[in-house]
């Protein structure tokens, strides 16, 4: 079992990194870095994000998940 989630994690660290390299730079400058926006722009957070943007949350939330099960196991 430990096997089989360490080559699942390794696929997710492969995936992650594909899918952040993938992404588009944005223009930002230093507001972007520290969440730069009003709490105005909160509300409909999820629906602006692109379709790698949302990939990429999801594969981090597994990785996350896989990380402490492997700690834990």
Do not use: E, N
Request: proline share 0%; aromatic share 10%.
């Amino acid at each position: 079992m430990k096997t089989f989630l360490g080559i699942i994690h390794i696929i997710l660290c492969i995936a992650l990194s594909g899918v952040v390299l993938l992404q588009q730079r944005k223009q930002g400058g230093f507001a972007g870095i520290f969440g730069g926006g009003t709490q105005a722009d909160m509300g409909g957070q999820w629906q602006r994000f692109t379709g790698l943007t949302k990939i990429t949350v999801v594969l981090t939330g597994i990785f996350m998940v896989t990380s402490i099960i492997l700690v834990l196991y």
